[in-house]
Nanobody, 120 residues
Framework: QVQLVESGGGLVQAGGSLRLSCAAS????????MGWYRRAPGKQRELVAT???????TYADSVKDRYTISRDNTKNTVYLRMNSLKPEDTAVYYC??????????????WGQGTQVTVSS
């Protein structure tokens, strides 16, 4: 079994910072692309940032220059550093990973979601 466990959400004032973490565990052979998505109230889920196993990154325009995605391949963990937070960043943030498992082959996995609330 493979699972993603997130941590680090919370309530912060506008202009503040938070760091999210997401650790993959279980029967893992290799973790490929990892990323973060978010779903704001009344909106569809949107891609926030991705990072390949080699460290190449992509960002949504709305978070570019404010958010930084990184990963520690030795820990199968991805991070999202969020700076200069705005009220419109309020959302549930979900971790995603494409994982090759010895038991289950190649699949997409999602974390349980962590709430980020930015007050004005």
């Amino acid at each position: 079994q493979v699972q993603l466990v997130e941590s680090g959400g919370g309530l912060v004032q506008a202009g503040g910072s938070l760091r999210l973490s997401c650790a993959a565990s279980g029967s893992i052979f290799r973790v490929n692309t990892m990323g973060w998505y978010r779903r704001a109230p009344g909106k569809q889920r949107e891609l926030v940032a991705t990072i390949s196993s080699g460290g190449s990154t992509t960002y949504a325009d709305s978070v570019k220059d404010r958010y930084t995605i990184s990963r520690d391949n030795t820990k199968n963990t991805v991070y999202l550093r969020m700076n200069s937070l705005k009220p419109e960043d309020t959302a549930v943030y979900y971790c995603h990973a494409e994982i090759l498992s010895a038991s289950f082959g190649r699949n997409d996995y999602w974390g349980q979601g962590t709430q980020v609330t930015v007050s004005s």
